[in-house]
């Protein structure tokens, strides 16, 4: 598990806090235009607003495009495996009630090898929050159908389109 370090020096004040103070030391490693990089950056922005110290946080994925997140962000944060975050993220809630969870995946994770831990979590109402980065294929594998793809889309592993309708997982929620 990777831990907060001190804020950067665009402090102007000791424990004052600037939307830099949520930085990670890794730079994101996305493809240019990926809209990995507007939820990052609205975390950022919503721990700033939230006034969350980067201590009262942790930030935990699973696999995919989406896994490297909690290394972007200066909180507590683990990578967890392949559709495992969910689980993971609420054992950290049962451990330490004070910690604000903040868990994240893509929907081939969250809905496709972890659905069955997104059920779980849902059905048990766990204080956290999740946030799933559909783009409805499987994108760090080169692009295969992910749970969500819409039915007739083609994609390398189906050249003559997905055979199966999408899942909706809002009224799952």
Partial sequence: MSAPTAPPATTTEPGQLTKDTYRGRIHPDWCPGCGDFSVLAALQTAMFELRLQPHQACVISGIGCSSNLPGYVNTYGMHTLHGRALAVATGV??????????????????????GNHFVHTMRRNVDLTYIVMDNQIYGLTTGQCSPTSVKGMKTKSTPHGSVENPINPIPMA
């Fill in 93 to 114: 809630r049962c451990g330490n009630h004070e910690l604000k969870v903040i868990c994240t995946g893509g929907d081939g994770d969250g809905y496709g090898i972890g």
